[in-house]
């Protein structure tokens, strides 16, 4: 049975770096798209970072790029999502979920497995 959870969520202030962490059971991570994704209340789930099975193959948001680092321990089969300079707007509830194939990589429908999640608020 697959299972992802996230964890590292809290609560800091503008200007703040929080590191997300989602656990793999029951699959790889090394083997699969790993997808960080972000709803905050009243809005659709939207696209934050995306790794490639391949470890050197990534994509972000624009509103991510150059404060948000995804990137994976295989020992661990642990992926990460290392955030700096976090803003207000950056508040959510922060899922995980995989997928076998890279194409799409933005679209939440295409992911096969997600994690409960887990809260990150940004207070200014």
């Known amino acids: 049975q697959v299972q992802l959870v996230e964890s590292g969520g809290g609560s800091v202030q503008a200007g703040g770096s929080l590191r997300l962490s989602c656990v793999a059971t029951g699959l790889s991570l090394s083997r699969n798209v790993v997808g960080w994704f972000r709803q905050s209340p009243g809005n659709e789930r939207k696209f934050v970072a995306a790794?490639?099975?391949?470890?050197?193959?990534?994509a972000y948001d624009d509103s991510v790029k150059g404060r948000f680092t995804i990137s994976r321990d295989n020992a661990k089969n642990t992926v990460y999502l290392q955030m700096t300079n976090l803003k207000p707007e950056d508040t959510a509830v922060y899922y995980c979920?995989?997928?076998?194939?890279?194409?799409?990589?933005?679209?939440?429908?295409?992911?096969?497995?997600w994690g409960p999640g887990t809260q990150v608020t940004v207070s200014s």
């Open positions: 979920a995989t997928d076998q194939l890279w194409g799409a990589y933005a679209s939440p429908n295409k992911y096969d497995f």
């Open positions: 790794l490639a099975w391949r470890g050197d193959v990534t």
